[in-house]
């Protein structure tokens, strides 16, 4: 059975710092500002960003490319003892990859009230309907998690304006 691992503000504010960058590049990339890291053993394992515009993939997600790397590191579809911060509140198809890899917790950062499936619009992860839960902290660097969303866009309405 997973554990959920334990972490101090420090280092929670350390993983999500990551999270942020990857996030930071994927909007100098064109990409919507999503970042993701999974963490084994106090180690970041695997990162990544969304990449959807690039492959044009609609599982793009930095959630799914981020387990997908963490797959491979570990070498098994499951991620126990592992942790996951991501930027943005989990979409339902992350949220139901968070489950099947078996994700014990999951921290991330701004709310997503249209798509979230983590605790806006659903509770997937918590269901006790489910085989598998995990814990959730809500608001992790949300402020910056959230600017960064909004400048990206309010970017792509100026550059709108300006055609």
């Not at 960003?49 to 590191?73: C, G, P, S």
């Not at 918590?126 to 600017?147: C, I, Y």
């Amino acid at each position: 059975m997973a554990t959920v691992p334990k972490f101090s503000e420090q280092q929670i504010d350390y993983f999500m710092q990551e999270a942020l960058n990857e996030a930071k590049l994927a909007g100098s990339e064109g990409e919507v500002p999503i970042g993701a890291v999974i963490v084994f053993e106090n180690q970041i394992i695997a990162r990544a960003h969304n990449h959807r515009e690039r492959d044009q993939l609609a599982t793009a997600h930095a959630e799914l490319i981020a387990i997908e790397r963490a797959n491979q590191v570990l070498q098994s579809w499951r991620l126990e003892d592992t942790a996951l911060f991501v930027t943005l509140e989990p979409c339902i198809m992350c949220a139901g990859a968070i489950i099947n890899a078996r994700v014990p917790a999951v921290y991330y950062g701004a709310q997503d009230a249209k798509g979230g499936a983590t605790q806006s619009l659903y509770q997937l992860l918590e269901d006790e309907r489910l085989n598998h839960r995990v814990a959730v902290q809500a608001g992790v660097r949300a402020e910056e998690s959230t600017k960064i969303l909004q400048q990206f866009f309010a970017d792509i309405r100026a550059k709108r304006k300006q055609n």
